[in-house]
């Protein structure tokens, strides 16, 4: 492991703590004492996503991550949360055990969670994956979102008018 900042070879961990699936370990440099911070992982066995004209290729946390920030741009939604939701996301696929996935099934994850998470990173993403051939279709979408915030909130009241 190398320092980021003066490229010494020799460091020391000073903080490891683990979670669900990585750990993450707080460095010092035995050169220039600069703190770094490095995230290990457990290598998971090769996931294939099946795309929708039935290609396959690898399952790529980068290319999910940079879906989701660009549906979040602009929004008030930390990297934090957006890197839990893909954490949740990847380890859903893994404990699916299997080989390979579709891509839809990846993007109702996503949706699912962006739907909880921002409202309109939701519409944006679903935008995308959906592909709105129209305004009506758009708008029939965000209707449906109002609706199923509307109920949602009609559930939590009448929960808290029975306790």
Known sequence: MQCPYCAHADNKVIDTRESTDSIRRRRQC???????????RIAQTSLMVIKQDNRREAFDRQ????????ACAKRPVSM??????????????????????????????????????DDVAYVRFASVYRRFADLDSLA???Q??????????????????AL
């Open 140 to 142: 029939v979408e965000i």
């Open 80 to 117: 934090q949360a957006i890197e839990t939701l893909v954490d949740e996301i990847e380890l859903e696929l893994h404990v699916l055990a299997r080989s390979e996935v579709d891509s839809q099934k990846i993007g109702q994850m996503v949706m699912e969670r962006l739907r909880k998470l």
């Open 63 to 70: 290319k999910l991550m940079g879906g989701i920030v660009k």
């Open 30 to 40: 035995a050169k220039c004492h600069k703190r770094y911070t490095t995230y290990e």
């Open 144 to 161: 449906r979102l109002k609706d199923r915030k509307q109920r949602e909130a009609e559930e939590r009241l009448q929960v808290k008018m």
